[in-house]
């Protein structure tokens, strides 16, 4: 399908920026709420949001979009994007929307859609969506606007929903755990699904402000979880991003692991009890990863970036394990899309089960080392054009020498066009990265 808006995780931008516009937003609630009108007799979707100060004014225009085409609009107010999943198939809704963009900077937000079964919204209706954009925009009459009320107990619900996973013969009872909320959606949530559990908690990051979300804390900033893990000597760390579907988890040591170590010590918990299907990963998935799940007879498929292609990978395969290394972690049997918080459950049972540490459950993995360069392009720059970036990619894989892979990608959500480089040794991989990436720059700018 070609995109004119939606990407790998819907609709993104910079606020005030096209697409992300007040104009535009509404006009995209009202296409939205048109299809889904042709889906279901009595339409109604779930808006959720993360704490970006954005929100307030995506929400109001996407309410009043959908109000306009007749849908009505159930509003929980921030919450992670995975319960927003869980709640729009808990309460049997046509759709659940997530106002948020993730691990980005408060500037940018986005707006992305759930089907009725808790899955990303599938291709094909949101190429409708984006047809239905093209037309001028209408109004029911009144007696056919759609309503909106608020639910009150959405935390509560996903709480709990997130306790389930959770073996109920275990407990976390003398953990001490840090949780990092990044100050993003799972603030009021993610503290409490592990106090409850038993774990003594210190909670960090839970103080949004609307500009705050992802700054200095989170999966993608750990070093202030590494020291309040230190300085509590606390016995795990866990670090989500701005929307609580990504997860890093740190250890007593101060050692971050990530997605593809996270996801192996499930798998190898799991593969001592039951037979293994497969596990899906992605291009940027650790060799060592595939080699290590190939030693224990694991079937390991990769997919395209982004957790809506592991999941169709998975689904098309009728597999339950699945992630990226950037901490998407993927358990069907859990939940219908990756959520940050029943990750760090399914990597504590393999603990508690096995009276291991997350150091021990992942000894046996020696992971290649990664050098992963953003570099900043223009939107809509095509790098594949340009014959010096695909001879400095040559000239980075013969230095390798068979001892490594070299894999350029620009990113679903953000103008930079991703470098990475792996292998041994790792002086080769950061002179192979570094010069990749200083080609591009300068393709990029001139």
Known sequence: MSRKYFGTDGVRGTIGQSP?????????????????SGQSKNPSVLIGKDTRISGYMIEAALEAGFSAAGVDVQLCGPLPTPGVAY?????????????SASHNPYADNGIKFFSGDGFKLPDAMEADIERTLEQPIGCAESDGLGRAHRIDDAQGRYIEFCKSTFPVNLDLKGMKIVVDCAHGAAYHVAPYVFHELGADVASIGISPDGFNINREFGA????NL???????????G?????????????????????????????VRHRAAKEKIAGVAGTLMTNFAFEQALGAMGVPFARSRVGDRYVIELMREKKWLLGGENSGHLLCLDKHTTGDGIVSALQVLTAMRES???????????????????NVTIPRGFDWKKHQAIADAQSR????????????LRPSGTEPVLRVMVEGEPREAIESAAKSIADTVRKAASA
């Open 226 to 236: 590494v020291k309040e893990v230190k300085n509590q000597s606390a016995d795990l």
């Open 355 to 373: 009276g291991q540490t997350l150091a021990e459950l992942t000894a046996d993995l020696a992971m290649y080392p990664q050098v992963l360069l």
């Open 220 to 223: 993608t900033a750990t070093g």
């Open 238 to 266: 866990i670090a989500l991003d701005g929307d609580a579907d990504r997860l890093v988890m740190v250890d007593r040591a101060g050692r971050a692991y990530d997605g593809d170590q996270m996801l192996y010590a499930i």
């Open 20 to 36: 992300m516009t007040p104009d535009f937003v509404l006009r995209l609630g009202y296409a939205a709420g048109k299809v889904l």
């Open 396 to 407: 980075a894989e013969r230095s390798l020498n068979g001892r490594g892979r070299v894999l």
């Open 87 to 99: 709640l729009t198939r808990a309460l049997r809704l046509t759709a659940g929307v997530v106002i």
